[in-house]
């Protein structure tokens, strides 16, 4: 990882709508959704899953290459 954890963690608040944005379209995996956000996918990877564990987020099936999809969950 590019920048230290905490680091990463601490702007989870100012990427989360933005991630969500994007997932209001339909399930995406975390290379995809990195990929449309322009930004590291190892970090797209801790804000989904704090973002999953706070019920931001969920799991949907898993892709071709065996990694899974996630969408936006409504409140």
């Known amino acids: 990882m590019s920048r230290d954890v905490r680091e990463v963690?601490?702007?989870?608040?100012?990427?989360?709508?933005?991630?969500?944005?994007?997932?209001?379209?339909?399930?995406?995996?975390?290379p995809e959704l990195a990929l449309?956000?322009?930004?590291?996918?190892?970090?797209?990877m801790v804000w989904v899953m704090g973002m999953r564990k706070y019920g931001y987020v969920a799991e949907q099936d898993q892709s071709g290459d065996g990694s899974f999809r996630y969408s936006a969950v409504k409140p």
């Open 36 to 44: 449309r956000a322009g930004l590291p996918e190892d970090e797209v």
């Open 9 to 30: 963690i601490r702007d989870e608040p100012l990427v989360r709508d933005r991630l969500l944005e994007l997932l209001a379209d339909g399930p995406l995996g975390v």
